[in-house]
């Protein structure tokens, strides 16, 4: 017992491992550079770059979204407030809607309007949501979805600040963000003229 000791002992010495001590090293897996949000790895529908409307039926939306996305965006819910990461959040950078990839919101638009969900005053564009009216809860409310897919994102309320004096109050769930890196670096260098 003490000659096997001994000569392990050796072996280690001279630079040999022994096959226990040292389990074998699996080559170095390369991580992919990709960016991958919640909602598009398997949902067909999501592109940042393609405009065209989607229009896919429930039974698919249930399947690709994630079990929060879809209460909000299929089934009109709402996200307990205070909850979401993008109510105070001050990233530079573009807002998607999570379910489509569609371009909703710049964060130059964004406010601290304190009513507990994320809230902007203008939107990207003015096909970049839909406004319908809506009576329930017993209140005359209007209610914004996504231009592209018609998922629910919120409502719009005329308490904004300047210059629309809108406030789009968004459920944080249905948005993705970007942050925009060029963007800044370009502003960051007129600044520093
Ligand atoms: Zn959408």
Same mark, same amino acid.
């Given at each position: 017992?003490?000659?096997?000791?001994?000569?392990?002992?050796?072996?280690?010495?001279?630079?040999?491992?022994?096959?226990?001590?040292?389990?074998?090293?699996?080559?170095?897996?390369?991580?992919?550079?990709?960016?991958?949000?919640?909602?598009?790895?398997?949902?067909?529908?999501?592109?940042?770059?393609?405009?065209?409307?989607?229009?896919?039926?429930?039974?698919?939306?249930? !399947?690709?979204?994630?079990?929060?996305? $879809? @209460?909000? %965006?299929?089934?009109?819910?709402?996200?307990?407030?205070?909850?979401? +990461? &993008?109510? !105070?959040?001050?990233?530079?950078?573009? $807002? @998607?809607? %999570?379910?489509?990839?569609?371009?909703?919101?710049?964060?130059?638009? +964004? &406010?601290?309007?304190?009513?507990?969900?994320?809230?902007? @005053?203008?939107?990207?564009?003015?096909?970049?949501?839909?406004?319908?009216?809506?009576?329930?809860?017993?209140?005359?409310?209007?209610?914004?979805?996504?231009?592209?897919?018609?998922?629910?994102?919120?409502?719009?309320?005329?308490?904004?600040?300047?210059?629309?004096?809108?406030?789009?109050?968004?459920?944080?769930?249905?948005?993705?963000?970007?942050?925009?890196?060029?963007?800044?670096?370009?502003?960051?260098?007129?600044?520093?003229?």
């Amino acid at each position: 017992m003490r000659t096997t000791f001994i000569a392990i002992c050796l072996l280690t010495a001279t630079g040999i491992r022994c096959g226990y001590a040292q389990p074998a090293q699996k080559p170095e897996q390369k991580k992919e550079d990709k960016h991958m949000s919640a909602s598009d790895s398997k949902n067909a529908a999501y592109s940042r770059t393609d405009s065209a409307r989607v229009d896919m039926p429930e039974g698919e939306w249930k !399947k690709v979204l994630s079990p929060e996305v $879809y @209460y909000v %965006a299929r089934q009109k819910g709402t996200e307990r407030p205070w909850t979401s +990461k &993008f109510e !105070k959040f001050n990233e530079v950078g573009t $807002y @998607y809607c %999570a379910a489509c990839g569609n371009p909703l919101f710049r964060s130059d638009t +964004k &406010f601290e309007s304190g009513c507990g969900w994320p809230s902007f @005053y203008e939107p990207i564009s003015k096909t970049s949501i839909i406004y319908l009216k809506d009576n329930s809860v017993g209140m005359e409310r209007t209610e914004v979805e996504c231009g592209r897919c018609k998922s629910h994102l919120g409502h719009v309320f005329d308490d904004g600040p300047p210059p629309t004096g809108l406030r789009y109050c968004i459920n944080g769930v249905i948005l993705d963000f970007d942050k925009a890196r060029d963007a800044q670096k370009s502003y960051d260098a007129k600044k520093g003229d």
